[in-house]
């Protein structure tokens, strides 16, 4: 048997020397990657429409809070007292469109938002209900409109261009429902619908939109306008 041991060529070395820097540079690098993987899970996103306030509840008390750009929007700590605990929120003043990152530490981490703004469009083409037309309710703002009319007839209800429709939700009296998720051409009951919302998503940014008519002389229980006063907010 022949027993001669081969030495290894340079070149052979130099691979071996390569392949274990390559190692070592791997092991290296690899607590920085998990640090960035742990970082990404506290990184978190939200839209919100230029001229609106947008407040977001938080686990604890945020500190350092800083703003890559405040032109877009501004932030700041808000509190109340819960019934167990301080409630902590940031709140949000969305100036114009834009993207900004907010960054704050909760118990010693860092966590960040990033944060797109949105200049309003009118995502509503038609919105009626039996002969009252409340389109142009809509045009320039996105909150709800009130009537002091009762809601009832057919709901006829059109995307602007861009936009679908997500969904439709009545809330009111109907016995041990509060809400029906219903479709345009929904007729509704007489004196039991106290507010009407339709949800629309731009087909483009997959920005979502929600207007809403609400009746102020609806005869309802107590737990309907509970869930139409919410469904506001």
Same mark, same amino acid.
């Given at each position: 048997?022949?027993?001669?041991?081969?030495?290894?060529?340079?070149?052979?070395?130099?691979?071996?020397?390569?392949?274990?820097?390559?190692?070592?540079?791997?092991?290296?690098?690899?607590?920085?990657?998990?640090?960035?993987?742990?970082?990404?899970?506290?990184?978190?996103?939200?839209?919100?429409?230029?001229?609106?306030?947008?407040?977001?509840?938080?686990?604890?008390?945020?500190?350092?809070?800083?703003?890559?750009?405040?032109? #877009?929007? $501004?932030? !700041?700590?808000?509190?109340? @007292?819960? *019934?167990? &605990? =301080?409630?902590?929120? %940031?709140?949000?003043?969305? +100036?114009?469109?834009?993207?900004?990152?907010?960054?704050?530490?909760?118990?010693?981490?860092?966590?960040?938002?990033?944060?797109?703004?949105?200049?309003?469009?009118?995502?509503?083409?038609?919105?009626?209900?039996?002969?009252? #037309?409340? $389109?142009? !309710?809509?045009?320039?703002? @996105?909150? *709800?409109? &009130? =009537?002091?009319?009762? %809601?009832?007839?057919?709901? +006829?209800?059109?995307?602007?261009?861009?936009?679908?429709?997500?969904?439709?939700?009545?809330?009111?009296?109907?016995?041990?429902?509060?809400?029906?998720?219903?479709?345009?051409?929904?007729?509704?009951?007489?004196?039991?619908?106290?507010?009407?919302?339709?949800?629309?998503?731009? @087909?483009?940014?997959?920005?979502?939109?929600?207007?809403?008519?609400?009746?102020?002389?609806?005869?309802?229980?107590?737990?309907?306008?509970?869930?139409?006063?919410?469904?506001?907010?």
């Amino acid at each position: 048997m022949d027993t001669t041991t081969t030495r290894p060529t340079i070149a052979t070395m130099l691979i071996v020397a390569a392949m274990a820097l390559c190692m070592g540079v791997a092991s290296f690098f690899a607590p920085a990657a998990l640090a960035a993987t742990a970082s990404a899970e506290n990184t978190e996103t939200f839209e919100e429409v230029a001229g609106y306030m947008h407040s977001i509840q938080v686990d604890g008390k945020p500190v350092n809070i800083t703003c890559s750009n405040k032109k #877009v929007l $501004t932030v !700041k700590r808000t509190s109340f @007292k819960g *019934s167990d &605990s =301080t409630i902590w929120n %940031l709140q949000f003043k969305c +100036k114009k469109a834009g993207k900004a990152t907010v960054t704050y530490k909760m118990a010693g981490v860092l966590h960040a938002y990033k944060c797109r703004v949105y200049k309003y469009q009118n995502p509503t083409k038609l919105f009626k209900i039996g002969s009252a #037309v409340f $389109t142009n !309710k809509f045009k320039n703002m @996105k909150t *709800s409109t &009130s =009537t002091t009319n009762l %809601l009832s007839g057919t709901l +006829k209800v059109k995307p602007a261009k861009g936009w679908k429709i997500d969904s439709i939700m009545v809330t009111g009296d109907f016995g041990k429902k509060t809400y029906k998720m219903v479709k345009s051409g929904y007729k509704l009951p007489s004196r039991k619908v106290c507010a009407v919302s339709v949800w629309y998503i731009n @087909k483009k940014t997959q920005m979502s939109e929600v207007t809403t008519v609400t009746s102020t002389s609806t005869s309802m229980t107590k737990a309907a306008r509970s869930l139409s006063e919410l469904m506001l907010m």
